[in-house]
């Protein structure tokens, strides 16, 4: 039981739940808040920074999924990690704008977007937005990570066909 507790990822855990206008959040032990669900219809979404006199560190799994209303995001310089599935079929979703803050991008955040979905985005068979690399495509072989590139989303070259990546210092 314990090993299985100690898996758990920290933003998981929860002092205890809240709603704020369109946010469903969580209070997390360090005091910090992450957003659970996100439940209007805005067209262009700026995250808060803080909700309720929390501080925004993370938005988890599936909080944004499915929000096809929505076409422009920008999430807060306090937020540092982006769950899985976050944004998966925001089809309208076609700008992102991530900051500096983030260290980790959970598999399939930014699936079936507008952004995703638009292979003039795509480059060299890989997806970045700003310095984040999102995701490579199946058929890619060699992939050259470019400078200045932040974080690498999980499982973001795991169905590749990859034999040469290049990663710069």
Request: glycine letters at 6%; proline letters at 4%.
């Amino acid at each position: 039981v314990v090993m299985l507790i100690t898996m758990i990822p920290s933003f998981t855990i929860s002092s205890f739940a809240a709603t704020s206008g369109n946010f469903q959040y969580l209070v997390l032990e360090d005091g910090t808040a992450s957003i659970r669900k996100y439940t209007g219809l805005e067209t262009d979404l700026e995250i808060p920074s803080e909700i309720d006199g929390y501080t925004v560190t993370a938005i988890e799994r599936e909080a944004f999924t499915n929000c096809t209303s929505l076409e422009s995001i920008i999430i807060p310089d306090s937020v540092k990690i982006i769950g899985m599935y976050v944004f998966s079929s925001c089809t309208s979703l076609t700008s992102i704008t991530l900051p500096d803050s983030v260290t980790s991008i959970g598999p399939g955040a930014f699936n079936n977007t507008g952004y995703y979905n638009d292979e003039s985005n795509w480059h060299d068979g890989v997806l970045y937005i700003d310095n984040y690399l999102i995701e490579a495509k199946e058929n890619i072989e060699v992939c050259h990570i470019k400078q200045g590139t932040k974080v690498i989303a999980d499982d973001a070259l795991e169905f590749t066909s990859l034999t040469s990546i290049t990663i710069p210092d």
